[in-house]
């Protein structure tokens, strides 16, 4: 399969992304407090996905935390010979409004920079850990070479969330803000009970039943131009839990076991209902390319 041939481009299709944040299982937020090892690992959840979108022909967006790359680092070229993208998640996954400003800039260099040379090509995006990001660091990621961003989710009730303002962008799509060549890509959500509800894949996708989360999608879907997935290497990974080897308490337990051998069917039967909705699968990179070309209107 040569992705580079088959990546729609042009707006006015209704486009899904999928994407991965290529994080090993330490890195979640309600773990890193618990002193744990990093072995096992749990990245072998990358190669499920990957043998998930050669079975369906679809391109996808990895996010990359720059300090495990080493360790993936040739399927990651294997990803991007075939026209993946491949950009930038950080360099140790600590959420970037836990870092002072010029802590996180110099940071976000150097994982980008670590990236390009470890897969000795473009690194075009960036997404921050827990969509943790303000105006202040998402100008640091502008200044550190990247052209576009996946941070910003309108989801205020979230602890972990950061409030992205964008006003000075122009809006081009319900989803996506251009400001000169630079585009910012916003999270897929669904207003619910006055509240937004992520409806984008990670924890959601995994532990609510499909029959719900086909409900909420298909709701979402109804008006839509553009659909974002997230998904994490843990949550396809078929290796035991490594938290039943130490003492975690039962609610970090019970949320990172909860739904993960549910998750290849249910992303599969994802997919397949993107295709019946009549999206065309992209990546951030190709459509950061086509936004930055298009005359910018606002909706």
Request: net charge positive.
């Amino acid at each position: 399969m040569d992705l580079k041939t088959t990546v729609p481009v042009a707006l006015g299709q209704r486009l899904a992304v999928l994407s991965m944040d290529v994080e090993d299982w330490y890195h979640l937020d309600y773990l890193t407090g618990l002193s744990l090892p990093t072995s096992p690992s749990l990245l072998d959840g990358l190669d499920v996905y990957s043998e998930l979108l050669e079975e369906f022909s679809v391109p996808s967006t990895f996010f990359v935390v720059a300090e495990i790359a080493g360790q993936v680092a040739g399927r990651l070229r294997a990803l991007q010979a075939t026209g993946h993208d491949i950009s930038c998640h950080g360099l140790t996954h600590r959420r970037p409004l836990t870092l002072a400003p010029d802590t996180f800039a110099r940071q976000v260099r150097e994982a980008h920079t670590q990236l390009q040379d470890l897969i000795g090509g473009p690194v075009p995006g960036f997404r921050a850990p827990c969509f943790s990001l303000d105006r202040t660091r998402l100008e640091a990621v502008r200044a550190s070479g990247f052209s576009y961003d996946c941070s910003k989710i309108a989801c205020a009730h979230h602890p972990l969330y950061g409030n992205l303002d964008v006003s000075n962008f122009t809006r081009i799509s319900p989803s996506i803000y251009v400001d000169g060549d630079f585009a910012e890509f916003e999270v897929s959500t669904l207003p619910l009970a006055g509240r937004r509800l992520p409806v984008s894949g990670g924890g959601y996708l995994r532990m609510f039943p499909w029959p719900v989360m086909r409900s909420l999608l298909t709701r979402y879907l109804r008006d839509a131009d553009l659909y974002t997935l997230y998904i994490h290497p843990f949550e396809l990974s078929s290796a035991p839990s490594p938290l039943a080897r130490f003492p975690v308490p039962w609610k970090q337990a019970l949320r990172f076991q909860l739904g993960r051998s549910s998750v290849p069917r249910k992303l599969r039967a994802l997919i397949m209902l993107l295709r019946d909705r009549g999206f065309k699968f992209t990546t951030f990179a190709a459509l950061q390319k086509t936004c930055v070309r298009k005359d910018a209107v606002s909706v």
